[in-house]
C-alpha cells in the first residue's frame, strides 16, 4: 500500500475511535498501525512487519471505578468473583467470553499466578485449561499437588487479542482483583508461571534465568518464578529446571507446613 493511503487510513482509524470513545465514553483507547521507519518514509510499503502501539490514556471516570473500588470488604473468593466479573475497567471487556476470575482451593498453601486467559481459557471461564493446562497439572503431579490443592489465578482476568502481552494500563486495572484474591485465600507460596508473570507482578525487567534464583517477597508472600508451561511446550529442554523449581517450591511449601 502507498504510504499516502497508509497515513490516510490511519487518520481514518483515528477519526472513528474517537466518535467511538465519544459515544462510549470511554476513558481508554488503542490504536494499532504499522511502524513506519525513517528510511521507509519514501518507499512503497507491502507487509508492514512490526506493529506499534499508540495509546491514547484519557482521565479516569470516578463513577465507573468507585463501584467495585473498595475490595476490602469481599471477604470470600466466590462473593468477590461475583461483585468484579462483569468489570469493565480496561477495554479486554469489550473482546473477552469469559472473565476468568481463577479457580481451586481457597485455602490453599500454594497459588499459581500466570499471565492472562488464552483462547480456551476465554471460553471457558477457567484458567490453564488449554495445552499448557494440561502440562501444568503433570508439573504439579510431578511434586503430588493435584490441580485441586492450589488456587490458580492470572495477573489479567480477560484475554488479550492475539495473546499480546498484557499492558501496563490493564495490569494497573487488574492487579489490584489478584492482590485480594492473595489476601483471601493467603497462601504460603506463590509461583509466577514464565517471565512475564514474574516480571510483571516484581516491578522488573530482570530475566527469568535471573529471576528463578531465589526467593522473592510480594505483598508479604514468597513469590518464585519458573518456566511458563507454553514455554515449555516450544523447549522441552526447560522441563529439568521447570521441576527443580517445583521441587524448592514444595520444600518451602513443606517446611511452612
Ligand atoms: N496462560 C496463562 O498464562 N494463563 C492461562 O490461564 C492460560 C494460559
Ligand atoms: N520465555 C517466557 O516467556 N517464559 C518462559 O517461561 C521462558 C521463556
Redesign the pocket.
Known amino acids: 500500500m502507498e504510504l499516502g493511503n497508509q497515513i490516510l487510513d490511519i487518520l481514518n482509524d483515528c477519526e472513528s475511535y474517537f466518535k467511538q470513545l465519544k459515544e462510549t465514553e470511554r476513558n481508554q483507547i488503542l490504536i494499532d498501525f504499522p511502524a513506519v521507519s525513517e528510511q521507509q518514509q519514501f518507499e512503497e510499503i507491502q507487509v508492514p512487519n512490526t506493529q506499534t502501539n499508540l495509546q491514547i490514556e484519557m482521565p479516569e471516570k470516578p463513577s465507573q471505578s468507585s463501584v467495585i473500588s473498595d475490595l476490602s470488604k469481599y471477604s470470600t473468593l466466590s462473593e468477590f468473583d461475583n461483585a468484579i466479573n462483569q468489570c469493565t475497567k480496561c477495554v479486554l471487556c469489550e473482546s473477552r467470553n469469559k472473565f476468568v476470575f481463577g479457580a481451586g482451593n481457597p485455602n490453599a498453601d500454594l497459588m499459581l499466578v500466570g499471565e492472562a486467559p488464552g483462547a480456551d481459557e476465554d471460553k471457558n471461564g477457567v484458567p490453564f485449561v488449554g495445552r499448557s493446562g494440561k502440562l501444568l497439572d503433570k508439573i504439579l503431579a510431578a511434586i503430588d499437588i493435584s490441580r485441586e490443592d492450589v488456587f490458580i489465578a492470572n495477573i489479567l482476568k480477560c484475554r488479550p487479542p492475539e495473546n499480546r502481552d498484557p499492558l501496563a494500563s490493564e495490569v494497573d486495572k487488574c492487579e489490584p482483583y489478584l492482590k485480594r484474591q492473595i489476601e483471601l485465600i493467603n497462601p504460603k507460596v506463590i509461583l509466577a508461571?514464565?517471565?512475564?508473570a514474574g516480571q510483571t507482578l516484581l516491578r522488573t525487567k530482570d530475566s527469568?534465568t535471573k529471576l528463578r534464583q531465589k526467593e522473592h517477597n510480594y505483598h508479604g508472600k514468597i513469590l518464585m518464578v519458573?518456566?511458563?508451561p507454553?514455554?515449555?511446550l516450544r523447549?522441552p529442554n526447560?522441563k529439568r529446571p521447570t521441576w527443580e523449581d517445583v521441587q524448592k517450591v514444595k520444600k518451602i511449601y513443606e517446611g511452612l507446613k
Open positions: 508461571l514464565g517471565r512475564i527469568l519458573t518456566y511458563h507454553a514455554a515449555l523447549n526447560w
